[in-house]
C-alpha cells in the first residue's frame, strides 16, 4: 500500500498565476481534506471532499477550489495566487463509508512558493 | 468551536531522557478522538498515538504514553528513552466522532533531542 501521495513536491510560481496541486488517497479511502501549513505553524483545514462533493469548508477564500475524481484521488486549485499562499500543502484521506473518523493519513505534502 | 493550544513552541531533551508536551483543548462535545502527530524535517505528517475521549485508560505506544485529563481538557505527551530521531515538530490534534468531520491542530511544539 503506498499510502497516501501528493504530486508535485515542489512548486515556484508567480503572484497572479494558477497552480494544481494533487492527491491519491490510500487504499481503501474515499474522503480527502486539504490542509494549508504556513512555515512554523500548525495545518490549516481548507475543504473536504466525498462522493465528488465539496462536504466542509474552512475560512478560505473562493481561490481555492478543489475536485473529487471517481477514483477518489483529488486535485487543489489555486487561482490569482499571492505571496501569502506560500506554504506546505498537506492532503489527507480516510474512510468515511467505514465510519472510522479517526483513520486520517496524510501525505508528504506539496511545498508552493510564490515570487 | 474547538480549539487546541500548544503553550510550549520549543523543547530540548537530553538523550535517553524523558520529556512531556503540554496541550489543552477547548471543546463542548463529549465524544472525540485526540491525536499526536509527529512532522520531521521531511514533512510527512506521521501519527504516534490515538486516544478517544470515552476511555479512561492512557494509550501506550512503545516509548510514547499520554496523560489524558478529560475534565481538565489536557492531553500531554510523554516520550521516553528519547532518541535523536524523535527531532521533530509535535502536533496536538483534535476530530469529534461523527461520521466525518476535519482534523484540528495546535500550533505545535519543536522538539530537540540532543546527543
Known amino acids: 500500500d503506498a499510502g497516501v501521495t501528493q504530486s508535485p513536491t515542489h512548486l515556484i510560481k508567480t503572484r497572479g498565476q494558477q497552480v494544481t496541486l494533487r492527491c491519491s488517497p490510500k487504499s481503501g479511502h474515499d474522503t480527502v481534506s486539504w490542509y494549508q501549513q504556513a512555515l512554523g505553524q500548525g495545518p490549516q483545514f481548507i475543504f473536504q471532499y466525498y462522493e465528488e462533493e465539496e462536504r466542509q469548508r474552512g475560512n478560505f477564500p473562493d481561490r481555492f477550489s478543489g475536485h473529487q475524481f471517481p477514483n477518489y484521488s483529488s486535485e487543489l486549485n489555486v487561482n490569482a495566487l499571492l505571496l501569502g499562499d506560500s506554504a506546505l500543502y498537506l492532503c489527507a484521506s480516510s474512510p468515511t463509508t467505514s465510519g472510522r473518523v479517526y483513520e486520517q493519513y496524510f501525505g508528504p505534502g506539496t511545498r508552493l512558493t510564490v515570487t | 468551536a474547538q480549539t487546541v493550544t500548544q503553550s510550549q513552541p520549543e523543547m530540548s531533551v537530553q538523550e535517553a531522557e524523558t520529556v512531556t508536551l503540554s496541550c489543552t483543548y477547548d471543546?463542548?462535545?463529549?465524544?472525540?478522538?485526540l491525536f499526536w502527530y509527529k512532522q520531521p524535517p521531511s514533512r510527512q505528517m506521521i501519527l504516534v498515538i490515538r486516544?478517544?475521549?470515552?476511555?479512561?485508560q492512557n494509550a501506550t505506544e512503545n516509548r510514547f504514553s499520554v496523560n489524558f485529563q478529560k475534565a481538565a481538557k489536557s492531553f500531554s505527551l510523554k516520550i521516553s528513552d528519547s532518541q535523536l530521531g524523535d527531532t521533530a515538530m509535535y502536533f496536538c490534534a483534535f476530530i469529534r466522532k461523527t461520521s466525518y468531520d476535519k482534523v484540528i491542530f495546535g500550533p505545535g511544539t519543536s522538539l530537540s533531542v540532543i546527543p
Open positions: 486516544q478517544e475521549a470515552y476511555k479512561q
Open positions: 471543546t463542548s462535545e463529549n465524544n472525540y478522538y
